[in-house]
T-cell receptor, first 109, second 114 residues
Framework: QKEVEQNSGPLSVPEGAIASLNCTYS??????FFWYRQYSGKSPELIMS????GDKEDGRFTAQLNKASQYVSLLIRDSQPSDSATYLC?????????FGSGTQLTVLP | KAGVTQTPRYLIKTRGQQVTLSCSPI?????VSWYQQTPGQGLQFLFE???????NKGNFPGRFSGRQFSNSRSEMNVSTLELGDSALYLC?????????????FGPGTRLTVL
């Protein structure tokens, strides 16, 4: 079993819709969770970090964490074509980020 | 604040050669981590440095090495290059490198081994 699993996609949503990206992790000691966005040909860009159970909102982005279910998700409200990218889930159990394989999101105009 | 910088941005080498990549972290950040990104394996952790000491190492052969200087700048070296070393090499910096510290990536060095 992979340490961090993401729905591989690709995921397509129409402009203005909510995009939902999911991630599960296997290491129960993980306490820090991150979402990165990576445009094609660019490096990952941190968009959200979450450490406690529940929701964390930042603009159009909401991260949700459920440690009991070992599940973290990212919701993007009012999706825009500029949100089209690969979204990487990462956990940090021991000072090294462990990444999922990413979900490619396309927002259709 | 300036972001993480990496040099060079692109490199082409041949098998058997060695290469050195450089990374300057965000000012004030003391931890530097290196990652390799390939289409097949995704993003994989190489090693992490803090105060000139390697604190953590990923599952890569000894051909991959690194160091950190007193100003927190870091270099990584790959010796005896193989075709499979072609990848995007990413450096990330964080303030202290603890588990809850956010890591910020540089633009990467694209290495092609022919």
């Amino acid at each position: 079993q992979k340490e961090v699993e993401q729905n591989s996609g690709p995921l397509s949503v129409p402009e203005g819709a909510i995009a939902s990206l999911n991630c599960t992790y296997s290491d129960r000691v993980s306490q820090s969770f991150f979402w990165y966005r990576q445009y094609s040909g660019k490096s990952p860009e941190l968009i959200m970090s979450i450490y406690s159970n529940g929701d964390k909102e930042d603009g159009r982005f909401t991260a949700q964490l459920n440690k009991a279910s070992q599940y973290v998700s990212l919701l993007i409200r009012d999706s825009q074509p500029s949100d089209s990218a690969t979204y990487l889930c990462a956990v940090n159990p021991s000072r090294q980020l462990t990444f999922g394989s990413g979900t490619q999101l396309t927002v259709l105009p | 604040k300036a972001g993480v910088t990496q040099t060079p941005r692109y490199l082409i080498k041949t098998r058997g050669q060695q290469v050195t990549l450089s990374c300057s972290p965000i000012s004030g950040h003391r931890s530097v981590s290196w990652y390799q990104q390939t289409p097949g394996q995704g993003l994989q952790f190489l090693f992490e440095y803090f105060s000139e000491t390697q604190r953590n190492k990923g599952n890569f052969p000894g051909r991959f090495s690194g160091r950190q200087f007193s100003n927190s700048r870091s270099e990584m070296n790959v010796s005896t290059l193989e075709l499979g070393d072609s990848a995007l090499y990413l450096c990330a910096s964080s303030f202290l490198g603890t588990e809850n510290n956010e890591q910020f990536f540089g633009p990467g060095t694209r290495l092609t081994v022919l």
